[in-house]
């Protein structure tokens, strides 16, 4: 196993709650969405190592540093990760604007990233760019959200979860 790749075997479906940016709020809304995940991926500006240990009462957690993840806790994040799930390679980072790889040749099924606080999600070139959009405090006028991946049969798909306006 390489150093910074986390390995995950299945043999049905998988479920994988992503949050990001809450910016030491974890919101009651979004521990109950996150309920029943397998495997949940946090994509940075954590804000609290509490949020990490709460939602780890949940399912294990995958998670990388945001750039308001600062102290000693938050040095121990690495800026990147790669999960795999079965046969699927999911990317992890904070800012898509520092993707640097070419995600088809890499070989990666999805790229997750967080920062904006604007969810979305996008096929590119048979990747998914999926961006949970923010789960903390109320930002801009943008809705409060977090997301699903989807593994079946070795590919992924994902879902926006609104979870206050």
Do not use: C
Not at 40 to 46: E, L, N
Not at 68 to 74: H, L, N, R, S, T
Request: net charge neutral; proline share 5%.
């Amino acid at each position: 196993m390489q150093p910074g790749t986390e390995y995950l075997q299945l043999s049905t479906d998988f479920h994988i709650g992503v949050i990001s940016d809450t910016h030491g709020l974890l919101r009651p809304e979004a521990i109950e969405a996150l309920r029943g995940s397998e495997r949940i991926i946090h994509a940075g500006d954590i804000g609290a190592p509490e949020i990490l240990e709460k939602l780890a009462k949940i399912a294990p957690v995958t998670a990388i540093r945001g750039n308001v993840d600062k102290g000693a806790w938050a040095r121990r994040l690495p800026e990147t990760e790669v999960l795999e799930v079965g046969s699927v390679s999911i990317y992890v980072l904070h800012d898509l604007t520092k993707f640097d790889l070419k995600p088809e040749a890499a070989g990666f099924a999805a790229v997750i990233s967080g920062h904006s606080h604007i969810a979305r999600q996008e096929l590119r070139a048979g990747v998914l760019y999926f961006n949970p959009g923010s789960a903390g405090p109320k930002r801009f006028k943008l809705p409060v959200t977090l997301g699903r991946l989807i593994v079946e049969s070795g590919k992924v798909r994902g879902e926006i979860v609104k979870i206050a306006d």
